[in-house]
């Protein structure tokens, strides 16, 4: 999980995304595009919205999407329209006045089942925050898989703020039972079982991945790390990172420190400098966080995308493994993330949830 200031940063990101995106030529957006030899996400969304920014396609590409960078030649990609939406997609107030009304008219089950108690919490824009329509992406994700996965139970999702306390007692000691949401490490690698990867690891039960976001390294197009092929060839770099970013992506590729160096930055901004003046060999970000920054220094060509190593961090929900229904409630979960994929509400959800967050922003300059 991010913390405080990672999360502002999340937020900041989102917004000017969107705000950029509206502002672009369509071209190719609102359509389809047929992936040719030498494309990656980047390179097409800079065609299609005037900006290198690729979350958006990845969300609407997913299931068939793995690396932003090895894209099959002769792969048809749907590209978002300027807001968010796909042509002819679903809105979720559709998908969740449709599930509501399945849940409605669902029998009901004469046998007695504890309520679900769900926990997120605040500031986390726009994932989790009671501000937000329908408490945020994260928490109308969960409503609507456990409907599609055919829950007959009541449940409720509540607000705690001290996101620590979620794992450290709110779950092992049963006052909830599932938490929205969490990074997801890579559980088949070792990992000091005290470290935050061990212990979900070790003592969680985790849904399949939620929502995935992408973090991209840049640095000076003569850098010799600008054509790097593995996370091992960043060895003996500076490496900057904006304070508050989860460094996930260096722990799991054995690049913490002092495999490399790595400066803090008060702001991704802050670390697109040092690249330009020559402090930090890298800046990893994410690409919406690089475009921001980018256009606030008013550079072009001056930092450019590694095009071979990028890390996908996956977020997901996590039960305690000493719940007596761990078992069942992410079986239910993962049943209908697996189904909302497939009919198209999972990007619904995500894309209108943006939208919202970028309308509310917005509203409040």
């Not at 690049?255 to 800046?283: Q, T, W, Y």
Request: overall charge negative; proline content about 6%.
């Amino acid at each position: 999980m991010y913390n405080i200031q990672s999360r502002t940063l999340v937020r900041a990101a989102v917004a000017a995304t969107f705000i950029s995106a509206g502002a672009a030529g369509a071209q190719d957006a609102c359509s389809t595009y047929q992936v040719a030899d030498g494309d990656t996400l980047a390179t097409i969304a800079l065609s299609a919205y005037g900006i290198s920014d690729y979350q958006n396609i990845f969300n609407a590409n997913r299931s068939v999407v793995s690396n932003p960078n090895l894209l099959e030649s002769g792969l048809v990609l749907q590209l978002p329209c300027l807001d968010g939406s796909l042509p002819n997609g679903l809105t979720a107030e559709a998908v969740i006045q449709q599930q509501e009304q399945f849940q409605a008219a669902r029998p009901s089950n004469n046998v007695y089942h504890p309520p679900m108690k769900i926990v997120t919490g605040n500031d986390w824009q726009p994932f989790a925050d009671e501000s937000l329509p329908g408490g945020g992406m994260m928490a109308r994700l969960a409503t609507t898989a456990l409907q599609r996965g055919g829950n007959d139970r009541e449940f409720s999702i509540s607000f705690v703020d001290d996101w620590g306390s979620h794992l450290d007692v709110l779950l092992p000691l049963g006052a909830f039972d599932v938490s929205l949401a969490w990074t997801l490490p890579d559980c088949t690698k070792q990992h000091d079982p005290a470290s935050s990867s061990g212990r979900r690891c070790n003592e969680f039960l985790r849904t399949v991945p939620v929502y995935e976001t992408i973090t991209a390294y840049f640095m000076r197009p003569d850098s010799p790390y600008a054509n790097a092929q593995t996370y091992e060839d960043f060895r003996g770099s500076t490496f900057c990172r904006p304070e508050g970013y989860s460094t996930i992506d260096l722990e799991v590729n054995g690049m913490l420190p002092p495999a490399l160096e790595l400066m803090l930055a008060d702001k991704p901004v802050n670390c697109i400098e040092a690249v330009m003046l020559g402090n930090a060999d890298i800046a990893g970000m994410t690409p919406d966080l690089f475009e921001t920054s980018r256009k606030e220094l008013g550079i072009t060509n001056d930092v450019v995308e590694n095009p071979n190593v990028n890390y996908v961090t996956s977020y997901g929900f996590l039960i305690s493994k000493v719940n007596p229904f761990g078992r069942e409630y992410v079986a239910m979960l993962n049943r209908g993330l697996n189904e909302m994929r497939q009919s198209g509400e999972w990007y619904a959800i995500v894309s209108q949830s943006l939208r919202d967050h970028n309308e509310m922003l917005m509203a409040t300059e």
